[in-house]
Protein backbone atom coordinates (compact mmCIF):
# COMPACT_ATOMS: atom_id res chain seq x y z
CA UNK A 1 0.00 0.00 0.00
CA UNK A 2 1.09 3.14 -0.51
CA UNK A 3 1.85 5.78 2.54
CA UNK A 4 -0.10 8.63 3.02
CA UNK A 5 1.16 12.06 2.05
CA UNK A 6 3.83 13.07 4.12
CA UNK A 7 3.93 16.84 4.86
CA UNK A 8 7.57 19.21 5.29
CA UNK A 9 8.92 18.50 8.69
CA UNK A 10 6.88 15.67 9.53
CA UNK A 11 7.87 13.74 6.80
CA UNK A 12 11.57 14.42 7.22
CA UNK A 13 11.66 13.06 10.23
CA UNK A 14 10.74 8.82 8.98
CA UNK A 15 13.58 7.74 7.70
CA UNK A 16 16.79 6.16 9.42
CA UNK A 17 20.41 5.16 8.01
CA UNK A 18 21.56 1.66 8.89
CA UNK A 19 24.80 2.38 9.63
CA UNK A 20 24.23 4.62 12.55
CA UNK A 21 22.12 2.40 14.20
CA UNK A 22 23.76 -0.82 14.19
CA UNK A 23 24.48 -3.03 17.52
CA UNK A 24 22.45 -4.53 20.07
CA UNK A 25 21.59 -3.74 23.71
CA UNK A 26 20.16 -5.59 26.37
CA UNK A 27 16.27 -5.18 26.52
CA UNK A 28 16.46 -4.62 22.09
CA UNK A 29 18.73 -3.35 19.66
CA UNK A 30 19.82 0.42 19.23
CA UNK A 31 17.58 1.18 16.05
CA UNK A 32 14.82 -0.47 18.35
CA UNK A 33 14.90 2.24 20.88
CA UNK A 34 15.81 5.04 19.06
CA UNK A 35 11.95 4.20 17.36
CA UNK A 36 10.45 3.96 20.19
CA UNK A 37 12.00 7.02 21.75
CA UNK A 38 10.95 9.06 18.75
CA UNK A 39 7.34 7.73 19.14
CA UNK A 40 6.89 8.61 22.88
CA UNK A 41 8.62 12.17 21.61
CA UNK A 42 6.46 12.52 18.71
CA UNK A 43 3.06 11.79 21.22
CA UNK A 44 4.76 13.86 23.57
CA UNK A 45 4.94 16.92 21.20
CA UNK A 46 1.69 16.54 20.13
CA UNK A 47 0.14 17.05 23.61
CA UNK A 48 2.03 19.65 24.49
CA UNK A 49 0.95 21.54 21.48
CA UNK A 50 -2.33 20.69 22.10
CA UNK A 51 -2.22 22.16 25.48
CA UNK A 52 -0.44 25.00 24.57
CA UNK A 53 -2.76 25.99 21.79
CA UNK A 54 -5.90 25.30 24.95
CA UNK A 55 -4.10 28.08 27.25
CA UNK A 56 -3.37 30.77 24.37
CA UNK A 57 -7.51 30.34 23.36
CA UNK A 58 -8.43 30.62 27.13
CA UNK A 59 -6.17 33.73 27.91
CA UNK A 60 -7.40 35.30 24.58
CA UNK A 61 -11.28 33.95 25.92
CA UNK A 62 -9.93 36.17 29.87
CA UNK A 63 -8.93 39.00 28.04
CA UNK A 64 -11.99 39.45 25.94
CA UNK A 65 -14.30 38.46 29.36
CA UNK A 66 -15.16 35.32 28.04
CA UNK A 67 -13.09 32.84 30.50
CA UNK A 68 -12.44 32.11 34.25
CA UNK A 69 -9.40 32.93 35.64
CA UNK A 70 -9.67 29.24 37.29
CA UNK A 71 -10.02 27.79 33.98
CA UNK A 72 -6.92 29.96 32.51
CA UNK A 73 -5.31 28.66 35.88
CA UNK A 74 -5.82 25.55 35.12
CA UNK A 75 -4.84 24.95 31.65
CA UNK A 76 -1.34 26.67 32.81
CA UNK A 77 -0.77 23.17 35.26
CA UNK A 78 0.11 20.64 32.75
CA UNK A 79 3.17 23.16 30.69
CA UNK A 80 4.18 24.17 34.52
CA UNK A 81 5.36 20.26 34.81
CA UNK A 82 6.75 20.07 30.75
CA UNK A 83 9.99 19.08 32.11
CA UNK A 84 8.46 16.41 34.34
CA UNK A 85 6.10 14.99 32.03
CA UNK A 86 9.28 15.05 29.60
CA UNK A 87 10.98 12.54 31.89
CA UNK A 88 8.21 10.79 32.54
CA UNK A 89 6.89 10.22 29.46
CA UNK A 90 9.81 10.34 26.68
CA UNK A 91 12.52 9.63 29.17
CA UNK A 92 16.33 9.77 28.29
CA UNK A 93 17.66 9.54 24.85
CA UNK A 94 18.70 5.49 24.29
CA UNK A 95 21.80 6.63 22.29
CA UNK A 96 24.67 9.40 21.57
CA UNK A 97 23.40 10.73 18.60
CA UNK A 98 19.87 11.75 20.03
CA UNK A 99 21.06 13.21 23.26
CA UNK A 100 21.28 16.39 21.02
CA UNK A 101 17.49 16.07 20.61
CA UNK A 102 16.49 15.34 23.76
CA UNK A 103 18.17 19.00 25.36
CA UNK A 104 16.42 20.60 22.96
CA UNK A 105 13.14 19.53 24.51
CA UNK A 106 15.08 20.27 27.84
CA UNK A 107 15.35 23.35 26.77
CA UNK A 108 11.83 24.14 25.18
CA UNK A 109 10.33 22.74 28.88
CA UNK A 110 12.48 25.54 30.50
CA UNK A 111 12.01 28.34 29.17
CA UNK A 112 8.12 27.68 28.72
CA UNK A 113 8.27 26.62 32.38
CA UNK A 114 9.97 30.49 32.83
CA UNK A 115 7.32 31.74 31.22
CA UNK A 116 4.67 30.38 32.91
CA UNK A 117 5.86 31.12 36.33
CA UNK A 118 6.04 34.74 34.85
CA UNK A 119 2.88 34.81 33.26
CA UNK A 120 1.21 33.47 37.20
CA UNK A 121 2.91 36.56 38.76
CA UNK A 122 1.12 38.62 36.21
CA UNK A 123 -1.96 37.26 35.15
CA UNK A 124 -4.75 39.18 37.60
CA UNK A 125 -2.59 42.55 37.78
CA UNK A 126 -1.80 42.85 34.09
CA UNK A 127 -3.26 40.09 31.95
CA UNK A 128 -2.19 41.43 29.06
CA UNK A 129 1.35 41.36 29.96
CA UNK A 130 0.62 37.89 30.94
CA UNK A 131 -0.37 37.05 27.72
CA UNK A 132 3.01 38.51 26.23
CA UNK A 133 4.87 36.66 28.30
CA UNK A 134 3.33 33.34 27.78
CA UNK A 135 3.21 34.09 24.12
CA UNK A 136 7.12 34.76 24.10
CA UNK A 137 7.47 31.28 26.18
CA UNK A 138 5.62 29.50 23.44
CA UNK A 139 7.70 31.22 20.48
CA UNK A 140 10.58 30.07 21.98
CA UNK A 141 9.43 26.45 22.79
CA UNK A 142 8.09 26.35 19.28
CA UNK A 143 11.94 27.57 18.24
CA UNK A 144 13.91 24.41 20.34
CA UNK A 145 10.98 21.98 18.90
CA UNK A 146 11.71 23.18 15.12
CA UNK A 147 15.27 23.03 15.44
CA UNK A 148 15.04 19.46 17.34
CA UNK A 149 13.12 18.59 14.27
CA UNK A 150 15.79 19.92 11.86
CA UNK A 151 18.29 18.03 14.34
CA UNK A 152 15.95 14.51 13.64
CA UNK A 153 16.16 15.37 9.65
CA UNK A 154 19.78 15.53 9.61
CA UNK A 155 19.95 12.50 11.62
CA UNK A 156 17.44 10.47 10.53
CA UNK A 157 15.69 12.00 7.52
CA UNK A 158 15.04 11.43 4.17
CA UNK A 159 17.39 13.89 2.90
CA UNK A 160 20.66 12.44 4.08
CA UNK A 161 23.49 12.12 1.87
CA UNK A 162 22.81 9.14 -0.46
CA UNK A 163 24.81 8.47 -3.78
CA UNK A 164 23.57 9.27 -7.31
CA UNK A 165 23.29 5.96 -9.22
CA UNK A 166 21.11 3.97 -11.43
CA UNK A 167 23.16 0.80 -10.53
CA UNK A 168 20.20 -1.18 -8.81
CA UNK A 169 23.36 -2.79 -6.69
CA UNK A 170 23.94 0.43 -5.05
CA UNK A 171 22.03 0.12 -2.39
CA UNK A 172 20.56 3.06 -1.21
CA UNK A 173 20.47 5.98 -4.11
CA UNK A 174 18.94 8.64 -5.54
CA UNK A 175 18.22 7.38 -8.94
CA UNK A 176 18.44 9.61 -11.59
CA UNK A 177 16.44 7.79 -14.41
CA UNK A 178 13.46 7.75 -12.76
CA UNK A 179 14.10 11.21 -11.70
CA UNK A 180 14.15 12.46 -15.56
CA UNK A 181 11.11 10.06 -15.89
CA UNK A 182 9.54 11.80 -13.08
CA UNK A 183 9.94 15.41 -14.16
CA UNK A 184 8.09 13.83 -17.56
CA UNK A 185 5.26 13.57 -15.80
CA UNK A 186 5.02 16.26 -14.13
CA UNK A 187 5.22 18.40 -17.06
CA UNK A 188 2.87 16.72 -18.70
CA UNK A 189 0.88 17.39 -15.89
CA UNK A 190 1.67 21.18 -16.45
CA UNK A 191 3.12 21.16 -12.70
CA UNK A 192 7.00 21.44 -12.99
CA UNK A 193 8.82 21.50 -9.87
CA UNK A 194 11.38 23.87 -9.71
CA UNK A 195 14.64 21.66 -9.23
CA UNK A 196 13.38 18.51 -10.74
CA UNK A 197 11.78 15.26 -8.70
CA UNK A 198 14.46 13.58 -6.89
CA UNK A 199 13.48 9.82 -6.62
CA UNK A 200 14.87 7.92 -3.85
CA UNK A 201 15.93 3.94 -4.05
CA UNK A 202 16.14 2.69 -0.50
CA UNK A 203 18.13 -0.93 0.44
CA UNK A 204 16.09 -3.39 2.02
CA UNK A 205 18.36 -2.45 5.53
CA UNK A 206 17.28 0.60 4.82
CA UNK A 207 13.57 0.56 3.97
CA UNK A 208 12.99 -1.48 7.02
CA UNK A 209 13.87 1.02 9.74
CA UNK A 210 12.18 3.15 7.39
CA UNK A 211 9.32 1.38 7.97
CA UNK A 212 9.62 1.22 11.68
CA UNK A 213 9.87 4.83 11.98
CA UNK A 214 6.93 6.11 10.12
CA UNK A 215 5.14 3.62 12.06
CA UNK A 216 6.38 5.37 15.19
CA UNK A 217 5.71 8.49 14.16
CA UNK A 218 2.46 8.21 12.39
CA UNK A 219 0.97 4.94 14.50
CA UNK A 220 -2.44 5.14 12.58
CA UNK A 221 -0.86 4.31 9.16
CA UNK A 222 1.82 1.71 10.23
CA UNK A 223 1.81 -0.11 7.15
CA UNK A 224 4.43 -1.76 4.98
CA UNK A 225 4.41 1.14 2.48
CA UNK A 226 5.58 1.03 -1.47
CA UNK A 227 6.85 4.75 -1.44
CA UNK A 228 5.59 7.89 -0.02
CA UNK A 229 6.77 11.27 -0.81
CA UNK A 230 8.81 14.57 0.89
CA UNK A 231 6.48 17.79 -0.30
CA UNK A 232 8.85 20.21 0.75
CA UNK A 233 11.98 18.53 -1.04
CA UNK A 234 10.12 17.03 -4.08
CA UNK A 235 11.07 13.96 -3.53
CA UNK A 236 9.99 10.27 -4.24
CA UNK A 237 11.01 7.43 -1.93
CA UNK A 238 10.09 4.06 -2.61
CA UNK A 239 10.98 0.76 -1.18
CA UNK A 240 12.79 -2.05 -2.62
CA UNK A 241 10.85 -4.07 -4.34
CA UNK A 242 9.25 -1.36 -6.14
CA UNK A 243 12.86 -0.18 -7.19
CA UNK A 244 13.83 -3.41 -8.07
CA UNK A 245 10.73 -3.84 -10.63
CA UNK A 246 11.72 -0.38 -12.18
CA UNK A 247 15.14 -2.30 -12.86
CA UNK A 248 14.09 -5.08 -14.50
CA UNK A 249 11.86 -2.78 -16.70
CA UNK A 250 14.62 -0.62 -17.48
CA UNK A 251 16.92 -4.05 -18.02
CA UNK A 252 14.22 -4.50 -21.22
CA UNK A 253 13.99 -8.22 -19.81
CA UNK A 254 10.36 -9.27 -20.39
CA UNK A 255 9.89 -11.00 -17.03
CA UNK A 256 8.53 -10.19 -13.44
CA UNK A 257 5.66 -8.34 -14.98
CA UNK A 258 3.70 -8.06 -11.85
CA UNK A 259 6.50 -6.79 -10.75
CA UNK A 260 6.99 -4.44 -13.38
CA UNK A 261 3.58 -3.00 -13.31
CA UNK A 262 3.35 -2.71 -9.44
CA UNK A 263 6.91 -0.67 -9.85
CA UNK A 264 5.78 1.77 -12.75
CA UNK A 265 2.48 2.38 -10.54
CA UNK A 266 3.79 2.88 -7.86
CA UNK A 267 6.22 5.94 -9.14
CA UNK A 268 3.49 7.09 -10.82
CA UNK A 269 0.94 6.88 -8.19
CA UNK A 270 4.01 8.89 -6.21
CA UNK A 271 4.96 11.72 -8.08
CA UNK A 272 1.30 12.17 -8.81
CA UNK A 273 1.61 13.12 -4.89
CA UNK A 274 3.56 16.37 -6.01
CA UNK A 275 1.56 17.35 -8.56
CA UNK A 276 -1.61 17.53 -6.66
CA UNK A 277 -3.55 17.13 -3.03
CA UNK A 278 -5.47 14.69 -5.00
CA UNK A 279 -7.38 11.88 -2.74
CA UNK A 280 -5.59 8.39 -2.40
CA UNK A 281 -8.31 7.09 -5.10
CA UNK A 282 -7.93 10.04 -7.39
CA UNK A 283 -3.90 9.94 -6.82
CA UNK A 284 -4.22 5.98 -7.64
CA UNK A 285 -5.96 6.71 -11.15
CA UNK A 286 -3.75 9.50 -12.33
CA UNK A 287 -0.55 7.19 -11.49
CA UNK A 288 -2.58 3.95 -13.55
CA UNK A 289 -2.50 6.42 -16.36
CA UNK A 290 1.14 7.28 -16.10
CA UNK A 291 2.27 2.86 -16.35
CA UNK A 292 2.93 3.14 -20.10
CA UNK A 293 4.82 6.49 -20.18
CA UNK A 294 6.97 5.31 -17.74
CA UNK A 295 7.72 2.00 -19.38
CA UNK A 296 8.59 3.99 -22.15
CA UNK A 297 10.29 6.37 -20.45
CA UNK A 298 12.65 3.53 -18.77
CA UNK A 299 13.29 1.75 -21.89
CA UNK A 300 10.13 -0.62 -22.75
CA UNK A 301 8.71 -1.26 -26.31
CA UNK A 302 5.34 0.46 -27.07
CA UNK A 303 4.32 -3.74 -26.84
CA UNK A 304 5.47 -4.21 -23.30
CA UNK A 305 4.33 -0.66 -22.17
CA UNK A 306 0.67 -1.61 -23.31
CA UNK A 307 0.92 -5.33 -21.75
CA UNK A 308 2.11 -3.51 -17.89
CA UNK A 309 -0.63 -0.89 -18.55
CA UNK A 310 -3.39 -3.45 -18.58
CA UNK A 311 -1.31 -5.80 -16.31
CA UNK A 312 -1.92 -2.89 -13.66
CA UNK A 313 -5.38 -1.82 -14.92
CA UNK A 314 -6.91 -5.69 -15.17
CA UNK A 315 -4.77 -7.37 -12.12
CA UNK A 316 -3.50 -4.68 -9.67
CA UNK A 317 -6.54 -2.03 -9.64
CA UNK A 318 -9.26 -4.50 -8.80
CA UNK A 319 -7.27 -5.88 -5.94
CA UNK A 320 -6.62 -2.45 -4.26
CA UNK A 321 -8.01 -1.32 -1.17
CA UNK A 322 -11.58 0.20 -1.07
CA UNK A 323 -9.59 4.09 -0.21
CA UNK A 324 -7.46 2.83 -3.36
CA UNK A 325 -10.45 2.65 -5.89
CA UNK A 326 -13.16 4.65 -7.45
CA UNK A 327 -15.86 4.19 -9.98
CA UNK A 328 -14.59 7.70 -11.64
CA UNK A 329 -11.28 5.98 -12.79
CA UNK A 330 -12.45 4.80 -15.61
CA UNK A 331 -12.11 5.33 -19.98
CA UNK A 332 -13.69 8.43 -20.36
CA UNK A 333 -14.89 8.94 -16.77
CA UNK A 334 -13.63 11.90 -14.44
CA UNK A 335 -10.55 11.35 -13.80
CA UNK A 336 -9.81 10.09 -17.41
CA UNK A 337 -6.70 12.14 -18.41
CA UNK A 338 -6.80 11.67 -22.28
CA UNK A 339 -10.61 11.21 -22.73
CA UNK A 340 -10.21 11.93 -26.27
CA UNK A 341 -8.03 8.81 -26.56
CA UNK A 342 -9.00 5.40 -27.51
CA UNK A 343 -6.54 3.39 -25.12
CA UNK A 344 -7.51 2.85 -21.21
CA UNK A 345 -5.74 3.24 -19.28
Known sequence: MHAPVLLAAAAALFLAGCSALDGTLAGGSTAEREVAWIERSSRWQVNLATTSARTDRLIRSYLAQGAEAGEVERSLAPLKRCSRSLAQEVGRAPSERLRPIHRLFADACRGLERAIRAQERLFRSNPGRALLEVETGFEGASYRLA?????????IGDDRPLRRSSDPDQGSRIDPALGRVADAITRDRDRPTADGVEVRCWSEEDWLLVRD???ALDPGNAEDY???????????????????GLAALRSGKHTSLAEQAEGALTLGHEVEHLVGPWTQAETECYGLQHVRSIARGLGASRRWADRLADYAWTEIYPEEDEEYVT??????????????AKRWP
Do not use: K, S
Open 226 to 244: LGFVNLEHDRVNLNPGVCA
Open 213 to 215: AMA
Open 327 to 340: PRCRNGGPLDLHPT
Open 147 to 155: EADLELQEL
